[in-house]
Structure formats: C-alpha cells, structure tokens
C-alpha cells in the first residue's frame, strides 16, 4: 500500500516562494518515479514536474522552467517542490503523485498513486 502525504501550501503574494513536501510511503524492495501535478478551478489536472527513481533524471513544463525545482530526499522519502518567483496564474492544489518504474511522464494516467492535495494561492 503507497501513501502520499503532501504538505507546505499556503498563502503567498506574487514574487513569493513556498516549498511543498511529499512524504511517501512505499514498498522498500520497489522503485518509484515521483512527479507533481496540479489543478486550478474550472481546470484540468496538469503535469508541473518530474523526477526519476535516482533523482538524476528532471523534467517540467515550460510555464515553470527557471522558477521550480523538484529534488527528493531518498533517506526521508521525501520529494520536495521549491516554487519561487510564483505568480498568481500558479494558484491551485498541487498533487504528489508517484509511479513503479525508474521515469515518469507527464500523462498523469501513468500515475498509480495520488496524494490527497495541497492548496496554493498566489495573490496580487
């Protein structure tokens, strides 16, 4: 049984940094890809970043190349997501979602695993 639990949104104003956490809890003798999503109101969940098993392998959508960076912490079990320079259009709940396998897209139905969301908003 895999269980996502993310943490760290909130409430910040444009230009603002905020680091989301997702700790997971996964089977020791399998190899996870992890990935972040997210979905604004009236919107379709969308692929925001990925990263491999090793952690040597990352990848975003363009919207927020130069801004956000995923990195995980593999003896906390952790995958993090630094946003910086947030605007108000990266207002949303930001889902962790993880993967068996070494790679993981950015079609979320390659996504076994979902945690349960956290709520960003970015104000003007």
């Known amino acids: 049984q895999v269980q996502l639990v993310e943490s760290g949104g909130g409430l910040v104003q444009v230009g603002g940094s905020l680091r989301l956490s997702c700790v997971a809890h996964?089977?020791?003798?399998?190899?996870?890809?992890k990935a972040w999503f997210r979905q604004a109101p009236g919107k379709e969940r969308e692929f925001v970043a990925s990263?491999?098993?090793?952690?040597?392998?990352?990848t975003y959508t363009d919207s927020v190349k130069g801004r956000f960076t995923i990195s995980e912490d593999n003896a906390a079990n952790t995958v993090y997501l630094q946003m910086n320079s947030l605007k108000p259009e990266d207002t949303a709940v930001y889902y962790c979602?993880?993967?068996?396998?070494?790679?993981?897209?950015?079609?979320?139905?390659?996504?076994?695993?979902w945690g349960q969301g956290t709520q960003v908003t970015v104000s003007s």
């Open positions: 979602a993880s993967k068996e396998g070494y790679y993981g897209g950015r079609d979320r139905s390659e996504y076994e695993y």
């Open positions: 996964e089977s020791p003798s399998k190899n996870y890809a």
């Open positions: 990263i491999s098993w090793s952690g040597g392998v990352t």
